[in-house]
């Protein structure tokens, strides 16, 4: 999970901030930490470890803990940064409260011995910033752990957790918070499935996109209590819907004994079930009355080019640069170039008017010499920058092949901020991977308007979260097999009089096809 401070403001552009995104340090709030310390010593520690320190944020909690209900805390922890320490200085952390932190890669280099209190906000370091030595001392270290390595799109931070729990002793307590895709990534279920056959998972914190603890971080957070004792068939589940509230702290502390609250509702939820569902969505409880997109179509990610500013032009580009329209596919790049929930020739006009690029460049696999003139000319400046050598552009033979896709009836827009929605493609444009291309099973214009009048449905959008990816400020990112699995209320397809093919029906769509 990104971490976050209270004191000084977050650089939210620049270098400072490019150097924090590199580190994955943005530091905790005091208001969370003190609930997430609250119920690691609510077991009887008489320490806490962090294994990423940091600027001492949990280190402060502890001590305000500690203060609150009259014990004495040793703080013990790891960090590789020294230099972050100097802010744990600043944040009034005496050299004494420091004392005890170790200089080391907490992973690869773990400390000795076992805790009874772990709490930590691990760096937020995605796979693609991981350097590759790192990915894969990463897999070995899950394989032997859980049997077989996770996904190479594990982020540094699922690596942490398991470590911590490695470290964790009999009954002692953890308490981590961590970003969505912790439960939502490709790696979950394998991960999930090992944490909860060996450890109990006590109780689980989500938040509001109000109440974030993050608010200026591209991240959902959530809070794993963890304990490590033998695992339970029920788990507690928290919303938490106001920032600086006390009912968290007051309900970890009290050994999850407090009640829900005007900032705090709390549920007890079957552990298959969560499992089922994913521990960031509520429990799907009657969202789950329905059919679901599958039935009525397939789903496709947009084209990705490789290179956007090479193959998706403007009007005045390839009229320029002398590419005919054998060579160019009408095209949607950005989600904010569609402002509503049609896409139409008037869309179109108004963005060329704007110098947006509408048009996707799309050459064949023909040798360049078999290209017009303009187009060779055009294909040899990509190759002279070096676009052949572009991880994905590498792996088209030959490079400048364009992916090709029909025009979708209806399109997806792939990451929403709070304005996910489907759109009806009436200008038959291809999108790029801005969006997602929804194929009905049907081709006919009717079935289509059906289809998309569910679709747009503020019910059917509202069950999204159970099926998406979420992120910071309410954004939900859907992948396409993802999207496959949305529900649709059985009432709005029922009212609408939107019918599924058969099994048979749809082999014969896709044959036809």
């Known amino acids: 999970m990104a971490r976050q401070i209270n004191h000084p403001k977050l650089p939210s552009t620049g270098p400072e901030r490019e150097a924090l995104r590199e580190k994955g340090q943005f530091w905790t709030p005091d208001w969370v930490a003190e609930a997430m310390v609250g119920y690691v010593i609510a077991g009887g520690s008489n320490h806490i470890f962090d294994p990423a320190v940091g600027a001492g944020a949990f280190f402060r909690a502890a001590k305000t803990i500690a203060n609150e209900v009259g014990e004495r805390l040793t703080l013990l922890g790891t960090e590789i940064y020294p230099d972050v320490l100097q802010q744990a200085r600043h944040n009034g952390l005496s050299e004494s409260d420091l004392a005890n932190v170790q200089i080391t890669d907490f992973i690869?280099?773990?400390?000795?011995?076992?805790?009874?209190?772990?709490?930590?906000?691990?760096?937020?370091?995605?796979?693609?910033?991981?350097?590759?030595?790192?990915?894969?001392?990463?897999?070995?270290?899950?394989?032997?752990?859980?049997?077989?390595?996770?996904?190479?799109?594990?982020?540094?931070?699922?690596?942490?957790?398991?470590?911590?729990?490695?470290?964790?002793?009999?009954?002692?307590?953890?308490?981590?918070?961590?970003?969505?895709?912790?439960?939502?990534?490709?790696?979950?279920?394998?991960?999930?499935?090992?944490?909860?056959?060996?450890?109990?998972?006590e109780a689980v914190v989500t938040f509001t996109p109000e109440a974030s603890p993050f608010p200026e971080v591209d991240t959902n957070p959530i809070i794993f209590m963890i304990k490590n004792t033998k695992p339970d068939e029920h788990f507690l589940w928290a919303k938490c819907t106001k920032a600086l509230t006390y009912e968290?702290?007051?309900?970890?502390?009290?050994?999850?004994?407090?009640?829900?609250?005007?900032?705090?509702?709390?549920?007890?939820?079957?552990?298959?079930?969560?499992?089922?569902?994913?521990?960031?969505?509520?429990?799907?409880?009657?969202?789950?009355?329905?059919?679901?997109?599958?039935?009525?179509?397939?789903?496709?990610?947009?084209?990705?080019?490789?290179?956007?500013?090479?193959?998706?032009?403007?009007?005045?580009?390839?009229?320029?640069?002398?590419?005919?329209?054998?060579?160019?596919?009408?095209?949607?790049?950005?989600?904010?170039?569609?402002?509503?929930?049609?896409?139409?020739?008037?869309?179109?006009?108004?963005?060329?008017?704007?110098?947006?690029?509408?048009?996707?460049?799309?050459?064949?696999?023909?040798?360049?010499?078999?290209?017009?003139?303009?187009?060779?000319?055009?294909?040899?400046?990509?190759e002279a920058i070096g676009l052949h050598k572009r991880k994905l552009i590498?792996?088209?033979?030959?490079?400048?092949?364009?992916?090709?896709?029909?025009?979708?009836?209806?399109?997806?827009?792939?990451?929403?901020?709070?304005?996910?929605?489907?759109?009806?493609?009436?200008?038959?444009?291809?999108?790029?991977?801005?969006?997602?291309?929804?194929?009905?099973h049907q081709k006919s214009p009717v079935f289509v308007d059906k289809l998309w009048q569910v679709l747009r449905r503020p019910e059917t959008i509202a069950n999204l979260p159970l099926v998406g990816k979420s992120y910071g400020a309410g954004a939900i990112k859907v992948e396409p097999r993802a999207l496959e699995r949305l529900i649709l209320p059985a009432s709005v397809v029922s009212e609408v009089e939107l019918h599924p093919l058969t099994k048979a029906e749809q082999l014969q769509f896709w044959y036809d096809s």
């Open 394 to 440: 590498a792996t088209r033979h030959p490079w400048y092949k364009m992916e090709v896709r029909p025009a979708p009836p209806i399109l997806f827009a792939y990451l929403g901020r709070r304005n996910a929605r489907f759109i009806r493609n009436r200008a038959r444009v291809v999108p790029l991977t801005g969006f997602l291309c929804v194929y009905p």
């Open 108 to 201: 690869l280099d773990p400390p000795d011995g076992l805790f009874k209190a772990i709490v930590a906000n691990p760096p937020y370091i995605r796979h693609h910033r991981l350097p590759n030595y790192l990915k894969v001392e990463l897999k070995r270290f899950s394989a032997s752990l859980l049997g077989k390595s996770l996904d190479g799109r594990t982020g540094l931070h699922v690596y942490f957790l398991l470590r911590a729990l490695q470290l964790l002793d009999v009954d002692g307590r953890l308490a981590f918070i961590m970003p969505a895709d912790t439960c939502e990534g490709i790696f979950s279920t394998a991960l999930w499935s090992w944490i909860t056959k060996n450890y109990r998972l």
């Open 248 to 382: 968290l702290k007051a309900w970890a502390l009290s050994g999850f004994n407090s009640k829900s609250g005007d900032a705090l509702s709390i549920y007890r939820r079957e552990l298959a079930e969560g499992l089922s569902t994913g521990f960031s969505r509520e429990p799907l409880e009657a969202k789950s009355n329905g059919p679901i997109l599958a039935d009525f179509a397939s789903v496709l990610r947009g084209i990705a080019t490789g290179a956007n500013e090479f193959f998706f032009l403007t009007v005045r580009q390839a009229t320029a640069l002398g590419i005919t329209d054998e060579f160019l596919i009408p095209a949607i790049g950005r989600t904010r170039d569609v402002s509503g929930d049609e896409l139409n020739a008037e869309t179109l006009r108004t963005l060329e008017v704007k110098g947006r690029p509408t048009l996707l460049f799309s050459p064949d696999n023909r040798p360049i010499v078999m290209f017009p003139k303009t187009v060779q000319e055009y294909l040899k400046q990509g």
